[in-house]
Nanobody
Framework: QVHLVESGGGLVQPGGSLRLDCTAS????????MGWYRQAQGKERELVAR???????DYGDSVKGRFIISMSATKTTVYLQMNSLKPEDTAVYLC??????????????WGQGTQVTVSS
């Protein structure tokens, strides 16, 4: 019922930058938080960054100081600005949204994932 459209993944060189965008649509009453998680080959999924509708960010330790997360004024789009990228940032990045449908049932929605590859 909640559709998440992700964009911005791709191949970048170490030290480069990339911006991921994720937009939510559907019968949404409110979004309480959106974020990005990643899963590298052979590793568990981990938090990259999340942000609440009130604007409070939360970052994984490995990306603090390098990545910046933000939301649109409508609270339906989350942006992840990734700077100083490292090869270890290579992973499938997945968008996540938490909130409530118009019928007041909660949702925990995931995007299909977008590949980020950091390599020379």
């Amino acid at each position: 019922q909640v559709h998440l459209v992700e964009s911005g993944g791709g191949l970048v060189q170490p030290g480069g930058s990339l911006r991921l965008d994720c937009t939510a649509s559907g019968n949404i009453f409110t979004i309480n938080a959106m974020g990005w998680y990643r899963q590298a080959q052979g590793k568990e999924r981990e938090l990259v960054a999340r942000i609440t509708s009130g604007g409070g960010p939360d970052y994984g330790d490995s990306v603090k100081g390098r990545f910046i997360i933000s939301m649109s004024a409508t609270k339906t789009t989350v942006y992840l600005q990734m700077n100083s990228l490292k090869p270890e940032d290579t992973a499938v990045y997945l968008c996540n949204a938490l909130g409530y449908y118009t019928d007041f049932k909660s949702f925990d929605s995931w995007g299909q994932g977008t590949q980020v590859t950091v390599s020379s």
